[in-house]
């Protein structure tokens, strides 16, 4: 029998006893994150904050570039107020709630909220240490190696202290030299000495010039992946190109604060492009205990859009596959939900329970902040006490290596 919310039964009561995990929050990056641990000769070159031509604060690397990122990124203000529109993106880290930016304001939400752990998200260089704005613009020289080099190293470590902090509650997820596969391995292994439960990367790397990531270049890093059972996360806005989505899609008439809903819903779907190639790219054969995660990107659409895949493929593609797209998915693939409901639970069970997970988005634009669980009481209740147990949390434990 499927769990109803009653007065006598709460969406918090429906949650207690689960060790919930949260897979998918951001870090609002303190100013003094990068110029506190750079060796002197990079000090004013790493990202920080200064004020750009208005006078207002923003994030720079190398000296002046900008990084694409002038606020805190959080919609929640250290008054407990939420942002209205797009208030928050004047909203410095003095202004917006210490758990944005410190370990142990954060730590005391989730008790509060009852989630034991979250998994931990950049925002200045990227969500998967792309770049963005004129660092990355091809009107200028392209930015030193070395320089990205350093600063990708420095925000790791930063983010293995916060981990170990932490007591392994909040996990960040390692930033790599995509550039570099070289590279990108040694700083996969020295993150994951370190305690890190996973990887971040570019989506579209042969957009920079680069082979996609079906290509040869790119099998050690998916070998070391497999091989350690680490799991590869492609979170929304994770290249320029799906970045340009948001850009891109609302009409020229929109208000800011239209564009930002409508902008926000294309960026979920853009990672449908990223599932589409994994599956149809033969990957998945080559590396079939590699796990792949699509974060921030919702639920509903994953069941279309495998299906609308399977059926392309059986009528159009040459390749031979050793499984159907559904059964990729469900053998290596993961998907994330916050703000869907009950509606959304059928998409879910569809996809299968098993590869469903739980995120807050903590503290951006469309984060369940401050109270998550009865935002979605509806989708709670729809669900089996066993489906919810692993939505909420086994799934993640399992995935990222969770103790519980």
């Given at each position: 029998?499927?769990?109803?919310?009653?007065?006598?039964?709460?969406?918090?009561?429906?949650?207690?006893?689960?060790?919930?995990?949260?897979?998918?929050?951001?870090?609002?990056?303190?100013?003094?994150?990068?110029?506190?641990?750079?060796?002197?000769?990079?000090?004013?070159r790493?990202?920080?904050?200064?004020?750009?031509?208005?006078?207002?604060?923003?994030?720079?690397?190398?000296?002046?570039?900008?990084?694409?990122?002038?606020?805190?990124?959080?919609?929640?203000?250290?008054d407990?107020?939420?942002?209205?529109?797009?208030?928050?993106?004047?909203?410095?880290?003095?202004?917006?709630?210490?758990?944005?930016?410190?370990?142990?304001?954060?730590?005391?939400?989730?008790?509060?909220?009852?989630?034991?752990?979250?998994?931990?998200?950049?925002?200045?260089l990227?969500?998967?240490?792309?770049?963005?704005?004129?660092?990355?613009?091809k009107?200028?020289?392209?930015?030193?190696?070395?320089?990205?080099?350093?600063?990708?190293?420095?925000?790791?470590?930063?983010?293995?202290?916060?981990?170990?902090?932490?007591?392994?509650?909040?996990?960040?997820?390692?930033?790599?030299?995509?550039?570099?596969?070289?590279l990108?391995?040694?700083?996969?292994?020295?993150?994951?000495a370190?305690?890190?439960?996973?990887i971040?990367?570019?989506?579209?790397?042969?957009?920079?010039?680069?082979?996609?990531?079906?290509?040869?270049?790119?099998?050690?890093?998916?070998?070391?992946?497999?091989?350690?059972?680490?799991?590869?996360n492609?979170?929304?806005?994770?290249?320029?190109?799906?970045?340009?989505?948001?850009?891109?899609?609302?009409?020229?008439?929109?208000?800011?604060?239209?564009?930002?809903?409508?902008?926000?819903?294309?960026?979920?779907?853009?990672?449908?492009?990223?599932?589409?190639?994994?599956?149809a790219?033969g990957?998945?054969?080559r590396?079939?205990?590699?796990?792949?995660?699509?974060?921030?990107?919702?639920?509903?659409?994953?069941?279309?859009?495998?299906?609308?895949?399977?059926?392309?493929?059986?009528?159009?593609?040459?390749?031979?596959?050793?499984?159907?797209?559904?059964?990729?998915?469900?053998?290596?693939?993961?998907?994330?939900?916050?703000?869907?409901?009950?509606?959304?639970?059928?998409?879910?069970?569809?996809?299968?329970?098993?590869?469903?997970l739980?995120?807050?988005?903590?503290?951006?634009?469309?984060?369940?902040?401050?109270?998550?669980?009865?935002?979605?009481?509806?989708?709670?209740?729809?669900?089996?006490?066993?489906?919810?147990?692993?939505?909420?949390?086994?799934?993640?434990?399992?995935l990222?290596?969770?103790?519980?």
């Amino acid at each position: 029998m499927l769990d109803t919310v009653t007065p006598g039964r709460s969406a918090t009561e429906l949650v207690k006893g689960i060790k919930v995990i949260d897979v998918d929050t951001h870090l609002s990056e303190p100013h003094d994150l990068w110029t506190s641990r750079a060796p002197a000769m990079w000090k004013d070159r790493v990202p920080q904050v200064r004020p750009g031509p208005d006078g207002k604060p923003r994030w720079v690397i190398d000296g002046n570039r900008f990084l694409g990122v002038s606020s805190a990124c959080s919609v929640v203000h250290a008054d407990g107020r939420q942002a209205e529109g797009v208030d928050f993106t004047t909203w410095q880290v003095s202004e917006v709630h210490p758990a944005c930016s410190q370990v142990k304001p954060r730590l005391a939400l989730m008790d509060e909220l009852g989630i034991h752990a979250q998994v931990l998200y950049a925002n200045v260089l990227g969500f998967a240490g792309q770049g963005r704005g004129e660092a990355n613009s091809k009107a200028l020289a392209p930015l030193d190696d070395e320089l990205r080099l350093v600063s990708t190293q420095i925000f790791n470590d930063a983010m293995g202290e916060m981990q170990a902090e932490s007591g392994d509650r909040l996990l960040p997820m390692a930033m790599l030299p995509w550039w570099d596969i070289k590279l990108a391995v040694a700083e996969a292994e020295r993150c994951f000495a370190m305690g890190m439960r996973g990887i971040n990367i570019n989506s579209d790397p042969h957009l920079n010039g680069m082979q996609d990531l079906s290509g040869e270049y790119w099998y050690p890093l998916w070998e070391l992946c497999q091989d350690r059972d680490i799991p590869v996360n492609f979170h929304i806005g994770a290249s320029d190109a799906s970045m340009s989505w948001y850009g891109d899609t609302p009409w020229p008439s929109q208000a800011p604060d239209h564009k930002l809903s409508i902008g926000g819903t294309m960026m979920f779907i853009s990672n449908a492009r990223v599932v589409c190639n994994i599956i149809a790219s033969g990957l998945l054969d080559r590396f079939p205990r590699l796990k792949f995660v699509s974060v921030e990107s919702g639920i509903g659409w994953l069941p279309f859009i495998l299906e609308a895949l399977q059926y392309q493929m059986d009528t159009s593609s040459s390749r031979k596959y050793e499984l159907t797209a559904k059964e990729y998915f469900r053998r290596q693939m993961y998907g994330c939900f916050w703000f869907e409901n009950d509606d959304s639970v059928a998409s879910m069970r569809k996809l299968g329970i098993d590869n469903v997970l739980f995120e807050t988005d903590f503290p951006h634009p469309t984060c369940l902040h401050p109270d998550p669980f009865t935002k979605i009481g509806d989708g709670l209740a729809a669900m089996t006490e066993v489906e919810r147990r692993k939505v909420l949390s086994t799934n993640a434990a399992a995935l990222y290596n969770i103790a519980i």
